[in-house]
């Protein structure tokens, strides 16, 4: 059966003319795409999903970049410049096990890295997020900058730590993201779990700094007196953001926003503010951007963030690693052709949307016919089936399939490339991933 979750993401993917940029104009400088090698980096070969992260991988000194993406490998980026100012070299996949380090993802995310010493060994390992199962994965780190091959983290009963404890179908914690933290102050390495639905879970490690034991049981975390909440996807990272002397924590989300949630509480029991936004979220969904040229490229939709002193200026600084898919027109378009093609994405939008708003109609009808977990029970997923097989023959979705061969048929002469050669409207717009840096201003 085709899962709610699933179907809830998928609502959206229509013609949409995107806006203009919105940028977080009062802390950070404009944002700008990393590059390597003088090429700006985009994982959208791979369906972008772009996931960053920062850490020295071989040793030398200089912090460099590991960006996770939708194939659920991840790439190593050594940086050949300075601390101060890094210039990066792509020298190919992190290997782990003597193959491409590689985690299960088909939808909605990229593998997100996050380094720390679980064993206590003084080699960095990393963990990574996955989509199905959904489930926290362990890279051990080995001697040279290697890493062994990865195992699925478990509580102490055995059980595989994920942010739906006792699931009732397979898919609830699909696409959960992990970070390591010292919750409590005691010396080893407890998890945060960023919810698919955007709320945040805690996971204590009952254990000791070398030999890690997780409870088997989640708390929830709260923000300004209740659960912490982001747009979806809650991507969380673990940082001192105003430099107070308690980390706090920051978390992308799936329409692109970032939000910080400042920790007012010690370092053996920390509370939190309510969320404060940093990025505000990308104008549009995402899919299907119309963008003329290079200076309109904005940061999408599905942000997965790091925090550093990117240029070693005792200020933390943004690493946003995103997803779109934009139209890549042809460059010799006349006003004219723009204006229509800007018109016939405008007849299109109306058509997809009256479909897509039943959709999110029935979504929205089936969480109040069935809150919390019993959206998850048999009953639940038995009537959506069945609901979204009726819903998929109305007229709305007759007059979509038959709108959407002729769209491609009209759009297909203005475009000088497209993401895949079928005769679907999903077929045109071609994916990206980037790694956007955001400085923050002196």
Request: charged share 30%; net charge negative.
């Amino acid at each position: 059966m085709t899962s709610l979750r699933l179907l809830s993401l998928c609502a959206c993917c229509y013609y949409l003319i995107s806006s203009g940029p919105t940028f977080a104009d009062d802390l950070f400088e404009k944002p700008v795409r990393l590059k390597a090698e003088g090429t700006i980096m985009d994982t959208g070969a791979a369906w972008g999903h772009s996931s960053p992260c920062i850490e020295d991988l071989d040793g030398d000194g200089l912090k460099d970049l590991m960006v996770g993406d939708f194939s659920g490998t991840f790439q190593f980026y050594k940086n050949v410049g300075r601390s101060d100012a890094p210039s990066y070299k792509d020298v190919g996949k992190v290997q782990a096990g003597g193959k491409d380090a590689k985690v299960n993802i088909y939808c909605c995310v990229g593998g997100q890295p996050r380094f720390v010493d679980l064993d206590d060994d003084g080699i960095r390992d990393f963990i990574s997020s996955s989509y199905d199962p959904g489930t926290c994965f362990y890279f051990r780190g080995l001697p040279d900058h290697k890493f062994a091959a990865p195992v699925e983290l478990k509580d102490k009963a055995g059980v595989p730590v994920r942010s739906s404890v006792k699931q009732k179908q397979d898919y609830q914690s699909f696409g959960s993201f992990y970070t390591p933290v010292d919750w409590d102050a005691d010396g080893d390495f407890d998890l945060l779990i960023g919810c698919f639905d955007g709320h945040l879970k805690l996971r204590l490690n009952e254990g000791d700094a070398k030999k890690y034991a997780f409870a088997e049981e989640n708390q929830t975390v709260d923000a300004g007196g209740k659960p912490l909440e982001v747009e979806n996807h809650c991507c969380p990272v673990i940082a001192d953001w105003d430099q107070d002397g308690l980390w706090d924590i920051l978390a992308g989300s799936d329409k692109g926003s970032v939000t910080w949630f400042r920790n007012i509480g010690s370092k053996t029991a920390p509370q939190f503010e309510e969320g404060k936004t940093l990025i505000p979220q990308h104008a549009g969904n995402g899919y299907n951007q119309v963008v003329w040229n290079e200076d309109e490229i904005v940061p999408g939709i599905r942000a997965q963030i790091e925090v550093v002193d990117y240029n070693q200026d005792g200020k933390l600084d943004l690493i946003l690693g995103d997803f779109n898919t934009s139209y890549d027109f042809r460059k010799d378009l006349t006003k004219q052709e723009k204006k229509e093609v800007e018109t016939m994405l405008s007849e299109s939008e109306k058509i997809g949307n009256a479909y897509s708003n039943q959709i999110e109609a029935l979504r929205e009808d089936f969480k109040k016919r069935y809150p919390g977990d019993k959206l998850f029970s048999e009953k639940a997923t038995k009537e959506w089936s069945e609901e979204y097989k009726a819903l998929k023959d109305s007229p709305e979705a007759k007059a979509f399939e038959k709108h959407d061969a002729e769209f491609v048929k009209q759009l297909k002469p203005f475009l000088a490339s497209t993401h895949r050669k079928g005769n679907r409207s999903f077929d045109l717009a071609k994916p990206h991933g980037y790694v956007w840096l955001y400085l923050r201003k002196s």
